[in-house]
């Protein structure tokens, strides 16, 4: 999180979410570089990275060691190890062929490993970056490779994954699972989802993948000029992310204004009444936060700021290529079980099942017509079907979640199933 993203938060807000920084910091153990060294290098991926120098270049890294230690066995690495030949080796082990299940952080825009300044933890990180896209969206893509590469992935999303769902949660800041920087509900939920994928025949790819999506802006920016990569080489993105015009004018698309909508936060005083923004303005000046932060030295914040934020967040549960004819009950009800809710559904006209769930059988082979006006699929969706596919149930069930506005994609490739527009 660079400071150019912090410095585009209202001030008031601004000096809100230090209060939290300072808060947290004091009970949370990771933020102290003692104990973020120690965890980084007893994780099983810092294990595997020392057996990859062992194997591969004969040695290790020393400075992971007192000096006394490193000297005295650095000896053992002057020559290099000789391992078993591969003929000792036993032949089921070299055609262990076995389906590994999948891993849920594999191609993601997140990372298991800290993307953020050592004074910043990564769950920080995403708070501001929520609050940054919420009050002050860009309007085009930043030069930042992170942004470029978040930008890329909801790109690469768009073109290829047949269903998103876009769920939300509401987070109250200084909670205490909060001010601990831990996000239960979403450990919970992927962790169900996990073990969905893993139960399914296809679990050797990736069924189902839930990501956090606090660029919302640069999601938006991505959906308005998603036809700009369309069929073309990913070799070619930065040659044509430098060569859009992000003045260009495109028809108004229904996802995007319905997450504008949203509410994305909101002042509460601690009998979680909602609280006036202008007063509380005028309340939170630079002095009286600088009053407060001093107090957090020796007191607790809930002594000292009788103030919260209740606001929300975005993820993207992404239905892939290999679940797509799966039974969604499952899915549906660890949702539904869960602190999330399902805010508006992504449908793909690039998908052939999708099509062909939701559209008369004498269009299933008509391959030169290109995707249905969405009016055309709503009214074949009406007729009555001798044999419900599992696509079918999902819109069902969908629909009895007060997902019963359907809306065309700006770009014609997609339709939404959103809420009805509130009077």
């Known amino acids: 999180m660079s400071a150019r993203t912090f410095f585009r938060i209202p001030e008031t807000i601004g000096y809100v979410l230090k209060i939290y920084e300072k808060s947290s910091n004091k009970i949370s153990l990771f933020p102290d570089p003692d104990v973020r060294k120690f965890l980084r290098k007893t994780s099983n991926e810092y294990t595997l990275y ?5 194997l591969n270049s004969n040695t290790i890294a ?10 005295s066995i650095e000896p053992l690495f ?3 190890i000789k391992f078993n030949t591969i003929d000792d080796i036993p032949t089921q082990e070299l055609f262990n062929i076995t389906p590994k299940p999948i ?8 990372s298991l490993y800290s993307k953020t300044t050592s004074k910043t933890s990564n769950f920080f990180a995403r708070i501001v970056s929520t609050f940054a896209s919420a009050t002050s969206p860009q309007s085009e893509v930043p030069k930042v490779p992170s942004i470029e590469n978040a930008f890329k992935w909801y790109i ?6 047949p269903i998103v769902l876009i769920l939300s949660s509401k987070n109250r800041l200084f909670s205490s699972s909060s001010l601990s920087q831990i996000d239960k509900p979403l450990i919970d939920l992927r962790r169900k989802i996990l073990e969905i994928s893993n139960k399914l025949e296809t679990k050797s790819f990736r069924s189902y993948h839930l990501t956090s999506l606090e660029l919302l802006d640069i999601f938006q920016l991505a959906i308005k000029f998603q036809n700009k990569f369309y069929k073309q080489n990913i070799s070619e993105f930065m040659k044509i992310l430098s060569q859009i015009n992000w003045q260009e004018d495109i028809p108004d698309d229904a996802l995007s204004n319905h997450i504008k909508s949203q509410e994305r936060y909101k002042i509460i005083d601690k009998s979680f009444k909602k609280v006036d923004e202008t007063q509380f303005n005028s309340f939170l000046t630079y002095d009286r936060f600088v009053a407060i932060n001093d107090l957090l030295d020796d007191r607790e914040v809930s002594d000292v700021f009788l103030y919260d934020l209740i606001y929300s967040m975005n993820y993207l549960l992404c239905v892939e290529e290999a679940a797509i004819n799966q039974n969604y009950k499952e899915i549906l009800d660890a949702i539904k079980s869960s ?10 006209l690039d998908n052939q099942e999708i099509i062909k769930a939701i559209s008369d059988s004498s269009h299933k082979s008509d391959e030169s017509s290109g995707p249905m006006n969405y009016n055309a699929l709503l009214e074949k969706a009406k007729d009555a079907r001798q044999e419900s596919s599992n696509i079918d149930k999902l819109l069902k ?8 506005r359907v ?3 700006c770009h014609k490739n997609c339709i939404y199933l959103l809420p009805p527009l509130k009077k």
């Open 156 to 161: 690469k999303l768009l073109n290829n994954t």
């Open 78 to 80: 002057k020559k290099r």
């Open 339 to 348: 602190e999330f809710e399902i805010i508006a559904v992504r449908l793909s």
């Open 103 to 110: 891993s849920d952080e594999e191609d993601s825009i997140t």
């Open 407 to 409: 809306e065309e994609g």
């Open 50 to 54: 020392q057996q990859s120098l062992i």
């Open 62 to 71: 020393f400075n992971d060691f007192s000096t006394i230690v490193g000297n």
């Open 397 to 404: 069930a969908l629909a009895r979640q007060n997902l019963i």
